[in-house]
């Protein structure tokens, strides 16, 4: 925990009381005191300082000062096609931790239908998996979560209102990430088969905002590449090798995190 | 498992005969029958199709045909201060997944001693792990893995001799990963500030191997980052999200590919 959050419904004016895993983690973990400070925000709100003003068995009391602002808003919606409940636990918490704007869990084809039954998938366990995610970016902007039942809706309802560049990881596509991004080659390298979707881009975008879609383990099926297609989303490999669809998850907000960064 | 891997002790001929967790897969997770074929690997060798000829309770008996390449060879050196049990044995399994050539567990100052003696770091165990991670990546190629108990014998005598691009991952730093990698930013955008080390960049090199090291949790101290900062490593910010060191090396290999692939 390099962050301690809370809701706006849980703090006083100044004063913020603790009687849950976070009061024990300032307890047993922190070994904190009166008078000791720690980093703290409130969720989907400002960043600052809490002050130790009484810790005992039952609760911790602080003082707190939000004085610091949020981190930068995370510029990804992420569509995934629902991993099994162990996959999409660990997603939860790491697409909080590199920062996702939304993310969308959908139906497809090679999704079994068992996983959208996951306790996993109850609000109250996604919230608590996100949280933890944010707490280790000492971020505080909760991700909003939306989980599909169908294909066909959500692509026509809700994937055609995603505003961004629109990006499909599809292992049969034959472009690279950076040729559909749009990022140009060094200087002299003489490849020109980047910057494609790139020409009309401006020269200095204040924001670069992305939607990426990321198929199941076993691929997208034809009919969904061309449903994302329609939409304007630009199939891309990821190279050879075949990754863990949560490897798959970090790497690629990894990549297009920097590519948005090489693009500001 | 994406690959079904083997040594050359293994083989006799074009005949391999499998009696571990290997023909278990074969039999009960990919429920193969005599015809069937699957993808399989020498390990640090080729790669090609095997046809099973038989399968009962003892062994699965196959016909190996080895008439593939095996993956582009990863050109990143990766120098880990050695992460805690749990951390390591995940890092093993994706490091192998996404690629590395060569890595160093090593001690750091804020390393605990207690890590040295972890049953993780057994050589069958790591090997088992490292296997798992090329299965999944349909890779063949071992990387190497190498534990150091001195931090300073271990700057002067192993990493003084690693050739390639020198990164050093430190919170720290004012520098992004493009920036100290020397990456072209996209024509027009006004930013002169990367290109610092690329300039005397060949205009398309033939490999581009990279040495990147990765603190522990705490981060490096300033003696560590001096005497690294002494044999040319770059120190480089991931930005203010922090992320859990087995995030991170996932995070810093997919955008150091990418950095490879735009710069070759």
Redesign the interface.
């Known amino acids: 925990m390099?962050i301690l959050l809370f809701k706006d419904t849980e703090i006083e004016g100044t004063r913020l009381k603790l009687a849950d895993r976070r009061a024990e983690h300032v307890r047993k973990i922190l070994k904190l005191s009166p008078g000791d400070t720690l980093r703290l925000g409130m969720i989907n709100g400002r960043r600052g300082t809490g002050r130790i003003l009484s810790v005992d068995e039952q609760q911790v009391e602080l003082e707190v000062s939000l004085d610091q602002e949020p981190?930068?808003e995370p510029e990804v919606s992420l569509i995934l096609a629902l991993p099994r409940p162990i996959m999409v636990q660990r997603i939860f918490k790491?697409a909080a931790?590199?920062?996702v704007r939304e993310l969308h869990l959908i139906r497809s084809r090679r999704v079994e239908k068992s996983f959208f039954h996951s306790p996993v998938l109850q609000p109250e366990k996604i919230q608590a998996l996100l949280i933890e995610g944010l707490e280790?970016?000492?971020?505080t902007r909760l991700p909003s979560v939306h989980v599909h039942h169908y294909f066909k809706p959500f692509i026509e309802e809700v994937a055609s209102t995603l505003a961004g560049r629109k990006l499909l990881a599809d292992p049969g596509a034959r472009q690279?990430?950076?040729e559909v991004f749009g990022?140009?080659?060094?200087?002299?390298?003489?490849d020109d088969s980047g910057g494609r979707e790139?020409e009309n881009?401006p020269?200095?975008a204040p924001s670069c905002p992305v939607v990426l879609a990321i198929g199941p383990e076993g691929g997208w099926n034809e009919f969904e590449i061309e449903m994302f297609a329609r939409l304007g989303f630009a199939p891309f490999t990821m190279?050879?090798?075949?990754?863990?669809v949560d490897?798959a998850v970090?790497?690629?907000?990894?990549?297009i995190?920097?590519?948005q960064?090489?693009?500001?």
Do not use: F, Y
């Open positions: 390099n981190q930068p790491q931790t590199m920062g280790q970016a000492t971020d690279s990430l950076p990022t140009v080659h060094p200087a002299g390298s003489g790139g881009r020269a200095r190279g050879p090798r075949i990754l863990h490897t970090v790497a690629l907000l990894a990549q995190s920097l590519l960064d090489l693009n500001r």
